[in-house]
């Protein structure tokens, strides 16, 4: 697929100050589908619509706060993140489907944006008409202890020598708390060094294999700084959420239509979540890829064939829910 320019673009006042992008491709009467980018902080790439059939989906992208076309970018730091929290991207969230005119979606969310999807899912259950979650986190404290502690260092720890280099060992006990304290503060040359320290950690454990892209676009320093700030504060503040919330809640979910897509070998968010969340949701559909890591690099097919399968079993739906118009604005 091209990467032709959107049907509709803007950006959305969603108060604080803050201002959404979001985009729209494919049938503007297609099945509407919000799709939620990972990070925290990472933003969206026009590459993130390519799994759906533009003449079956309505494809909607955006930008979460502080990154990517959304305004203020959290890469300045006298942009404050106290109104950066889940709770506000679920408002945000929330905002954005009513100025679009859309009655229900189906969300598809990559790493952190599963988090996110479900946060918004069990708050507004009554919006949402599927969901697609790839590489899937609900960070819970085992799950960033997993990253930021101990785990993922048993597995890469030559990446590990460097991430907790910039940290001095009195401080190691919290490296999150660590680099937070220098991202916030310092010189500019020494806050982009710090934040490219993290995001050299996040694409250690992200690729499985070699991304010049990837790896070209974490070493950006307004990415990087933007990306750090928000992961870490999230991360400090476990995403805002109790301990275990989406999955002790996600029975309240039960019965809509649920497919998990998950590397066997994913070294960010590892397959046990995934697994936990199958178990504790009714109907969900889960899928462990041999072989994949978290940016599930050769399961393009199976990611088709979820997409095709939602498509199929909304087509049944009261169409007026599904099939809705642009708004105007």
């Known amino acids: 697929m091209s990467d032709a320019a959107p049907n509709r673009e803007g950006l959305l006042d969603v108060g604080d100050g ?53 305004t203020p970018h959290a890469s300045d730091p006298d942009v404050s993140l106290e109104t950066n929290t889940t709770w506000h991207l679920v408002a945000d969230m929330e905002r954005l489907r009513r100025e679009l ?12 944006g599963t ?14 008409l599927a969901m697609i979650l790839r590489s899937v986190t609900t960070f819970r404290a085992s799950e960033l202890d997993w990253v930021y502690r101990d785990g993922a260092n048993h597995l890469l720890p030559e990446r590990w020598e460097e991430f907790v280099a910039p940290i001095p060992p009195e401080e190691r006990d919290d490296l999150v708390a660590g680099y937070r304290r220098r991202l916030e503060s310092g010189s500019p040359e020494a806050r ?15 690729l499985s294999a070699p991304d010049p892209f990837i790896e070209d676009l974490f070493a950006q320093p307004r990415f990087a700084l933007a990306f750090a700030r928000i992961e870490s504060h999230y991360t400090a503040h476990r995403a805002f959420l109790r301990e275990g919330q989406l999955i002790s809640g996600v029975s309240a979910l039960a019965g809509l239509p ?8 994913d070294l960010c ?34 990611f088709a064939r979820a997409t095709e399968s939602v498509a199929r079993r909304l087509g049944g739906s009261d169409v007026e829910n599904v099939h809705t118009a642009p708004s105007s604005g």
Do not use: C, K
């Open 269 to 302: 968010t590892p397959p046990v979540t995934a697994w936990d969340l199958h178990r504790a949701w009714p109907g969900s559909e889960l899928h462990l890829i041999e072989g994949e890591g978290h940016r599930l690099n050769s399961a393009a097919a199976v």
């Open 258 to 265: 649920a497919i998990l897509i998950q590397g066997r070998h």
């Open 101 to 112: 005119g859309i009655d229900r979606w189906v969300l598809s969310g990559s790493s952190w």
């Open 192 to 206: 982009i060094a710090v934040a490219l320290a993290w995001t050299r950690w996040e694409t250690a454990g992200m």
């Open 115 to 128: 988090t996110l999807a479900l946060a918004y899912a069990q708050t507004h259950p009554d919006r949402v």
């Open 18 to 70: 803050q201002r959404v992008w979001w985009s729209e491709f494919g049938d503007p009467h297609g099945i509407p589908v919000l799709v939620v980018h990972g990070g925290p902080g990472g933003g969206s790439l026009p590459s993130m619509r390519h799994p759906y059939d533009p003449s079956t989906y309505r494809v909607v992208l955006f930008d979460q706060r502080g990154t990517g076309r959304s």
